[in-house]
């Protein structure tokens, strides 16, 4: 994948336009933006801690990736003005199992509840499949409905880890390809 140049163009169920692209390490301080524009639920709901900012370091860390062991894709709505990135998902390779990944998925507010969510995981199974991950293994808290929705429908085996979260696998093999660009 030629990170310069690769674009999705993809429909939400709303029928709002979208661009994702990967992230790049120049994206940190729009990512620090975005994060601000996640209410303090969703933040909780995404990294399991009530994180008033993102740090400089972590979003150094969730930017400056390879592509390969870590990817990470941004998406757009095409109408907003400002261009400002409504969501990302990312997979980060295990080290001790080199085809299991952990996923994540966060899309800000104002654009929840339209299965962009879901459009970015797809995308993201497409690259991850392609860099020989086969599982996505992932961390929500129990009352996240929309991620145990979507956990729920992958078939993933879930599990209880502690109180109120929930540790999740799934084989991404059945949803390769499933992605409509």
């Known amino acids: 994948m030629d990170v310069a140049t690769e674009r999705l163009h993809l429909r939400a169920r709303d029928g709002t336009a979208l661009t994702l692209r990967p992230v ?42 390879d592509h390969v062991n870590h990817f990470a894709w941004v998406t757009f709505a095409d109408d907003d003005p400002d261009h400002l990135g409504i969501g990302v998902s990312r997979y980060i390779r295990l080290r001790d199992d080199a085809e299991v990944a952990e996923s994540a998925v966060a899309v800000i507010d104002a654009y929840q509840r339209r299965g962009i969510g879901s459009l970015l995981m797809l995308a993201l199974v497409d690259v991850a499949w392609s860099n020989g991950i086969r599982r996505f293994r992932a961390s929500y808290l129990a009352d996240n409905a929309g ?17 109120g979260v929930v540790a999740a696998e799934v084989d991404i093999e059945p949803f390769v390809g499933r992605l409509r660009t």
Do not use: Q
């Open 24 to 65: 790049v390490k120049e994206d940190k301080d729009a990512l620090i933006r975005g994060f601000e524009r996640l209410s303090l639920e969703s933040r909780f709901k995404r990294f399991l801690t009530g994180m008033p900012r993102l740090p400089e370091g972590l979003a150094a860390y969730l930017t400056d990736i």
């Open 147 to 163: 991620v145990r929705h979507m956990i729920n429908a992958s078939g993933a085996y879930s599990r209880s880890v502690e109180p």
